[in-house]
């Protein structure tokens, strides 16, 4: 039976999204130095030593058809900038997430999120023929759920404790959406504020 989610490279003006492999791990590993992602107690971005067994737990989900996890590479420079994936997936039913997304810090506030969500989503809806996207941050990832619905996703709800994180604390995870019947309004919408912006 052949795989619903196949390695693919994704390509936009100013990045292109690759199937993550253990040959981005140094690139991660410095992408993640710029802001010292891991210290943001409200998200999982790896440090150093845990890079590569990020690496290849995003790997392993790939093989049970669970995720499909990319390199976030800048075009001009082939340097990786982050990382990002389709994960929770559902192939039966045509449901997917995109997480585990996050960029150095020099590319945060600029229109890399907005354009690795476009490739994403319109390979979702176009070519995947998913009838939902779905989205989840952590209730106090304030800059995320702003990005989120900047896109166009509309929150369903919120689950409240819905995990304990390694500290101990009790995460509230913020859901949001896109249905395929919304996809047309969105991608036109993210078009317009792609064309408006510099990087």
């Not at 039976?1 to 693919?8: A, D, G, V």
């Not at 499909?68 to 982050?82: D, H, R, S």
Request: aromatic content about 10%.
């Amino acid at each position: 039976m052949s795989k619903w989610l196949n390695k693919i490279t994704l390509s936009g003006n100013f990045v292109h999204l690759e199937p993550l492999e253990t040959e981005h791990i140094a690139g991660l590993i410095e992408a993640a130095k710029d802001g010292n992602l891991w210290e943001l107690w409200y998200t999982s971005v790896p440090d150093a030593a845990n890079t590569e067994s990020y690496v290849l737990k995003a790997l392993k989900e790939y093989e049970n058809e669970k995720s499909l996890p990319f390199a976030v590479i800048e075009k001009n420079t082939g340097k990786v900038i982050g990382s990002t994936r389709y994960m929770n997936v559902d192939a039966a039913t045509k449901r997917l997430e995109i997480g585990s997304t996050w960029y150095a810090q020099s590319y945060q506030k600029t229109g890399v999120n907005k354009e690795c969500k476009y490739l994403l989503l319109q390979h979702a809806f176009e070519t995947l023929e998913c009838i939902a996207v779905e989205f989840r941050t952590h209730w106090h990832n304030t800059p995320s759920r702003n990005a989120i619905a900047s896109l166009g996703a509309k929150q369903d709800g919120v689950l409240r404790n819905h995990l304990i994180d390694s500290r101990g604390n009790y995460r509230d995870t913020v859901v949001f959406s896109i249905l395929n019947s919304e996809w047309n309004t969105v991608k036109t919408s993210l078009a317009f504020k792609l064309s408006k912006h510099s990087y």
